[in-house]
């Protein structure tokens, strides 16, 4: 017969060999591999101060025949610590969720039973699928002052503990952060940024229950943040940019009436519009120019020649008049 | 309602829910810090769980969603109008009990008394604009036989009941935000009520 057998990390372990007599002669194995007799107290075998190396498969057989006698499969582990229970409402008002795990591992399986108490009112709380740990609640009610009191109690085959959370339904309610932040510079405007965001998506429904928003900003090369705290609407011009620098963005959202603020957004970097240095021809590049019936003039693609305000003419004849002084100015050379 | 709402009536609604909105918000703030006040001063454990208080009426409230504007602005009006009431009862106990020793207390309670009645009367003019009529206050007519008036409580069972209507009503001002939020919502064409939502 195969079984399982479960021992705390440090236990003394005696395994016997099936229904053979103490005295038996017999061959354990462990893992396929022969076990030294030293660790025989005549056909038991004597494991001391076992560790987590220890699991495995442990077989016993007859000393001649080479029948298997006895078989276990031996984990070793510990009964589990106080769990870590956290409870939060990022959908408010549809319900919260409740997530867990063990501040160490037990190695061997645990189970987990929640409960979910409001007032004298037992509660289900519905586990999800992914992540394992987890398990959801719809709220019945709203804008109650009884407390919920939710108890994780986890379980394995070594022993069992359990924790207590009890809190109000504002006091949990927390957003997950904005979502699509997005920065950009403002043409012309050396100082200002752009940014815009969207409501989480797990917020059911931001036109009754509206968000609001912390922005936090700083150029890279600075440790400090700049805040802002807005109470409506998905977007914001930084306009007290330093010149030139990049900046790193974040986001937070809030309920407008109650709970806390969530976590910062995925940050996004910016870098304010600058002016792009002109690559027109310069005095001193004309005169160089001195063998010209071949070279042409070919502004590089990138490159800005004409400020906006100082075109002249329009339409087709539309020039601005510094190109203009650079064609006069090869003509001149031509003549 | 069985006509769609003229546009001056809508215009009106908005601006009342708007007002509405911004009086609730302030009036919960002051709540909340004269609840922090009020367990101070009166010796009072933060996280002791006053029992449903009689006579305190609940913000909690199932299928929040589902409610038609009317009966939110009744159940509203309701709760404040009580809440006008027990509020007078605690600044009168609150005199008897320490004269001139905790003015700062007596007078942020006559100062949150006066906005829940003004939050009342806010209500009843949504009322007047929803063509319902104002329903007349318990108690108002003299000649009925209202139910005996309540035994006389001790000290600590002022205290206890303090705690309840100040956190109720710091609880109501949150849903009375939210109920205006919704009613200020365009109604439907059809003329149902606003706030009539799906069910969950």
Redesign the interface.
């Known amino acids: 017969e195969s079984h399982t057998q479960y021992e705390r990390v440090g236990a003394d372990v005696t395994m016997k060999c099936g229904s053979m007599d103490w005295d038996a002669a017999v061959t354990w194995t462990a893992n396929g591999t022969d076990i030294d007799e030293s660790h025989l107290n005549g056909s038991y075998l004597v494991l001391k101060n076992v560790d987590l190396s220890q699991s495995g498969q442990y077989s016993c057989y007859e000393g001649s025949s080479w029948h298997l006698k006895y078989q276990t499969n031996l984990r070793v582990g510990m009964p589990p610590k106080e769990p870590v229970l956290m409870c939060r409402s990022n959908n408010y008002p549809k319900g919260f969720y409740c997530s867990w795990h063990l501040p160490t591992p037990t190695y061997i399986p645990n189970s987990f039973n929640i409960s979910v108490i409001h007032g004298t009112k037992d509660m289900v709380c519905e586990k999800d699928a992914v992540p394992k740990n987890r398990c959801h609640i719809r709220y019945l009610q709203l804008f109650s002052t009884v407390k919920y009191k939710v108890t994780l109690t986890v379980t394995n085959p070594l022993g069992k503990n359990f924790t207590t959370l009890t809190f109000d339904e504002f006091a949990i309610v927390k957003p997950d952060p904005p979502e699509s932040v997005v920065a950009k510079p403002v043409p012309n405007n050396p100082r200002r940024l752009e940014v815009s965001w969207q409501n989480p998506s797990s917020w059911p429904d931001p036109e009754s229950f509206p968000l609001k928003f912390f922005l936090r900003y700083r150029p890279l090369i600075l440790d400090q943040w700049q805040h802002v705290e807005l109470s409506d609407g998905t977007s914001h011009t930084i306009t007290d940019a330093y010149a030139g620098k990049e900046y790193i963005i974040q986001v937070a959202a809030k309920d407008n009436d109650i709970g806390t603020w969530s976590d910062w957004s995925v940050a996004v970097h910016a870098t304010p519009w600058t002016e792009e240095p002109k690559h027109l021809t310069t005095e001193a590049q004309i005169t160089e120019t001195t063998s010209a019936s071949t070279s042409s003039f070919m502004a590089p693609p990138t490159t800005k020649i004409c400020d906006k305000g100082a075109v002249v003419g329009s339409g087709a004849m539309a020039v601005c008049w510094t190109a203009g002084l650079v064609v006069a100015a090869y003509s001149v050379l031509f003549i | 309602m069985a006509a769609a709402e003229s546009p001056s009536a809508a215009l009106r609604r908005r601006d009342l829910c708007s007002r509405g909105i911004r009086l609730a ?1 302030k009036m ?1 703030a002051d709540v909340v810090d004269l609840l922090d006040a009020y367990v101070e001063q009166q010796g009072l454990d933060a996280s002791a ?1 006053a029992a449903a208080v009689e006579g305190v009426p ?5 299928r ?2 589902e409610q038609t504007g009317t009966q939110r602005l009744l159940e509203n009006l309701a709760a404040y109008r009580a809440f006008r009431t027990l509020l007078a009862q605690m600044l009168e106990e609150q005199r008897e009990q320490l004269g001139e020793a905790d003015a700062g207390l007596g007078r942020a309670l006559a100062a949150v008394l006066l906005q829940v009645s003004a939050f009342a009367y806010h209500l009843e003019e949504l009322l007047r604009l929803e063509s319902r009529g104002v329903p007349g206050e318990e108690g108002d007519e003299e000649e009925e036989d209202g139910p005996p008036p309540p035994p006389r409580l001790s000290l600590f069972e002022q205290k206890l009941r303090g705690l309840g209507v100040l ?2 009503l710091a ?2 001002a ?2 009375s ?2 109920d205006l ?2 009613l200020a ?1 365009p109604s439907p064409a059809t003329g149902a009520a606003p706030g009539l939502a799906e069910s ?1």
């Open positions: 918000g919960r769980s609940l913000a909690a409230v199932e929040w969603d956190r109720e609880q109501w949150v849903r935000v939210r939020r919704q919502k969950p």
